[in-house]
């Protein structure tokens, strides 16, 4: 774990706020990156205005991306902050969800099937004003079958994702550990470049890390992943929950698949 990463987690600690607490490594084209933590908060415990004030404070959040932030806080439900470190750099994504919304028209049968906003979320480093916007949209209440099909229409024309057939065996894995077990299905975006990706929230069908182990060995190997490393990676952390799965074609054009194992609940 990086310094970058202790620091977050003494912030966060000093802030004296229950969180939520998330690994995850990326398997990527000739790379492994197992240096990421993301923490989230429910807003009655850090509420947005003030915790986008922190991130301007301690993480250098771009003036303009605050102002993205802020317009949309109303609604958020929690918020969270990543960071990921690779070679020197390091990169924050704040996030805004709005689960709530989306909750609420469920239970009185009004939502319909069309997709809808479940994250906001802006990306930076520590220096400069630059920064990215992403949008993740969920598929409202899709079946496991459902969900093995969307991931399956995400494969660009004409080229093969095998990162999206490693998304698509472990739903159906988690499928068959626990049928029926409600997923979350969403589809993220950026402005400006190629990513076309989905992410797949799987804790409720109580997949381990071990039980993923072998699919990613595969797509590992296929991906010429370092292989010591990503072993190193899957033994050490094992028992932890599969959170979810993120995968598809990056802002790079590359395959890549994001896997992130639930360490601390975040508290309903």
């Keep these: 774990m990086s310094n970058a990463s202790h620091q977050l987690l003494q912030q966060a600690g000093a802030l004296g706020l229950p969180y939520g607490q998330e690994l995850s490594f990326k398997l990527l084209p000739g790379r492994l990156l197992d240096d990421r933590l993301l923490l989230g908060w429910q807003v009655r415990d850090f509420a947005p205005l003030r915790f986008i004030s922190w991130l301007e404070q301690t993480y250098g ?18 918020v969270g ?19 709530e919304p989306i909750r609420a028209r469920m239970l009185a049968g009004t939502l319909g099937p069309e997709p809808q906003l479940l994250h906001y979320g802006v990306k930076w480093q520590a220096r ?8 993740y949209h969920v598929q409202p209440q899709l079946s496991a079958y459902d969900i093995v099909r969307r991931i399956g229409a995400l494969h660009p ?22 049928p029926g077990a409600p ?21 409720k069908t109580g997949l381990r890390l071990e039980d993923a182990a072998g699919l990613l060995r595969e797509l590992g190997t296929a991906l ?24 598809g074609i990056d802002r790079h054009g590359q395959d890549f698949l994001s896997i992130y194992l639930g360490v601390r609940e975040l508290e309903a």
Excluded at 86 to 93: F, I
Excluded at 183 to 203: K, V
Excluded at 224 to 247: D, F, S, Y
Aim: hydrophobic residues 45%.
């Design 157 to 178: 024309p004409g080229r093969h994702s095998l990162a999206l057939g490693t998304a698509n065996a472990l739903v159906q894995r988690g499928s068959t550990r626990t």
């Design 224 to 247: 010429a992943v370092p292989a010591a490393a990503l072993e190193a990676h899957l033994r050490t952390h094992a028992a932890l929950r599969v959170g979810h799965v993120a995968a």
């Design 128 to 135: 400069g004003d630059a920064y990215a916007q992403a949008e």
């Design 61 to 78: 959040l771009p003036v303009q991306a605050a102002a993205a932030l802020r317009e949309r806080a109303p609604l958020a439900n929690t």
């Design 183 to 203: 997923m979350l299905y969403l589809e993220a975006s950026e402005a400006g470049n190629a990513r076309s990706s989905c992410d797949i929230n799987l804790y």
């Design 81 to 99: 902050l990543s960071i990921e470190a690779e070679e020197g750099t390091v990169l924050y994504k704040a996030y805004l969800e709005f689960w």
